[in-house]
């Protein structure tokens, strides 16, 4: 990765800030706890920032459609989250399979 390439990523970055930002404030906040919950979680599919953007696409629309937040992801947020990497590996199933016991590279 050179520098070009994280210049290039910050500025993606601030833009996708910008667009949270824009949001009404509740729509904000339920993004930064979804935010603050997949970087605790640490879905794999997290690194391209299509799943963050993708969420931000969702809730533009919802407010262009006049919904209120939880109207679009229900009352529980962390059930929402969970609904969006359900199928997704995790860094933490990853590090828990190359502990599991089987065999691995330095085992053979």
Avoid: C
Avoid at 38 to 43: A, D, E, I, T
């Amino acid at each position: 990765m050179g520098i070009q390439d994280i210049i290039e990523g910050k500025k993606q970055w601030r833009a996708h800030m910008a667009r949270v930002k824009a949001l009404p404030p509740d729509y904000q906040i339920v993004y930064k706890e979804i935010q603050k919950y997949f970087f605790k979680v640490g879905p794999v599919g997290l690194d391209d920032g299509s799943l963050l953007s993708d969420i931000v696409d969702f809730f533009e629309q919802g407010v262009a459609d006049g919904k209120g937040v939880l109207e679009l992801i229900g009352n529980d947020v962390a059930v929402f989250a969970d609904g969006l990497i359900k199928d997704s590996p995790t860094y933490a199933d990853i590090y828990q399979e190359s502990i599991s016991g089987k065999p691995g590279k330095a085992e053979k």
